[in-house]
């Protein structure tokens, strides 16, 4: 792999030596997600084009290493590429276009985004199953660039399967590096693993945003593996294709990027079934139980059941696991509350109160005292310490009132505990609170409350933890 940065690495494309290797139309019959027909193009003899010279235009991705080989994959260009007209991104009407391809298989989205935007489009690819676009990008006949964020803290697995992903498709793929005078304030004021303390954020800001940033400024549109089913609530609105909401292109500005997101209305299992069929080179992180790949110090396995999400950052809480990278996506932004929710923790009296139900007990202080006293209780109880203003709170509202007035009357009582302001202190060293909402069941023959561990926090989790202890 690499390392070597070059800022002015027009060269490195520009010089590119494309294949003209005969077009071998088994390769291209094989199972598709979805409904694809095979792409019906002209074979790489019909058409004569200067290739190199239609590439010296093109601006690269800014920190593409210098390297004598192409970019551009050799069985990507068994079929002759078309000249591609540049892309006013700001006339095309995206919002339409998403409708129309809204039913489209991801090779035929795929195969249209590398029609429009030629050599100024790239994947990006992350070590994991979004492999899935770069056999896709492959099937196309068109040629196509790949690039990675290498953040520094991947897993050997990962590097290794980069490797392998590069021998298969005979590509090489652009990796992107942090910025190494960033990366070392960061580690040198707080540490290896500071993300555990405070967040991912601020990691992932030097590691990961700052170099894709630096990428998309060399591109007019890019392509994700963004799915609507992997992280539920925050990227349940994907379109398949959309002017950037986050990220600026090589023309700068807002507007000046496109992305494309194939894979937005395909479930993983059958991204799984195309990976398999196509016999793609996996990671064999995969084969250990993890699903969504990332970082090693933030990514585990999960278990069967577990949503993929719940393997990355899976210290903080549900809602804030996005990386930054798509935040376009979220439906509520940040707003100034912290990853752990504990920035607002002064307190504000100018809130709605939550968990307003007759089935449901208000806790004081002396009352949640008394409830850590007792060794011996007549029923086992659970409380949850939240504080009103918490958004994670306020979106568990709905499934914590059905949960107690399911509870009632069924030998668990269920209550609350204002745990912000003056509480705060009380119960981060009494009631295990280091974000909100804490659940705490409460047994009947012990004074010592379980944390609930899950990020889950619908009815039916919730239930199956008290159901577990009572
Ligand atoms: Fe840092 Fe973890 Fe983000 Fe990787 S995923 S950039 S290690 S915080």
Partial sequence: ???????????????SSFSRASSNHNELRAPQIGSFHLLDRPHAASIALNVSQRRSSVKPINAEPKRNGSIVPLAATIVAPEVVEKVDVKVEDYDQLAKDLNGASPLQIVDKALEKFGDDIAIAFSGAE????????????????????????????????????????????????????????????????????????ECCRVRKVRPLRRALKGLRAWITGQRKDQSPGTRSEI??????????????????????????????????????????????????????????????PVLPGQHEREGRWWWEDAKAKECGLHKGNLKQEEAGVNGNGLAHANGSADVADLFDTQDLV???????????????????????????????????????????????????????FRADGGQKEFATQHLQLESFPTVLFFPRHSSKPIKYPSEKRDVDSLMAFVNALR
């Avoid at 590096?177 to 991912?200: C, I, M, T, W």
């Avoid at 194939?262 to 139980?289: C, I, Q, Y």
């Avoid at 994670?392 to 030998?411: H, I, P, R, T």
Wanted: charged share 20%.
């Fill in 1 to 15: 792999m690499a390392l070597a940065v070059s800022t002015s690495s027009t060269s490195a494309i520009s010089g």
């Fill in 239 to 300: 379109p398949v294709v959309q002017v950037d909401p986050v990220f600026e292109g090589m023309d700068g500005g807002v507007g000046s990027l496109v992305k494309w997101n194939p894979l937005a209305n395909v479930e993983g299992k059958d991204v799984w079934s195309f990976l398999r069929a196509m016999n793609v080179p996996l990671n064999s992180l995969h084969t250990k139980g993890y699903v969504s790949i990332g970082c090693e110090p933030c990514t585990r």
């Fill in 362 to 416: 208000t806790l004081s202080r002396p009352g949640i005292e008394n409830l850590l006293k007792l060794e011996n209780r007549k029923e086992p109880w659970l409380v949850v310490c939240y504080a009103p203003w918490c958004r994670f709170c306020q979106a568990m509202e709905d499934s914590y009132v059905e949960l107690a007035e399911k509870l009632a009357g069924n030998g668990v009582k269920v209550g609350k």
């Fill in 130 to 201: 979004d492999v899935a676009l770069i056999e896709y990008a492959k099937l196309t006949g068109r040629p196509f660039r790949v690039f990675s964020l290498d953040t520094g803290r991947l897993n050997p697995e990962t590097y290794q399967f980069f490797d392998a992903v590069e021998k298969h498709y005979d590509i090489h793929i652009e990796y992107m590096f942090p910025d190494a005078v960033e990366v070392q304030a960061l580690v040198r004021n707080k540490g290896l693993f500071s993300f555990y303390e405070d967040g991912h954020q």
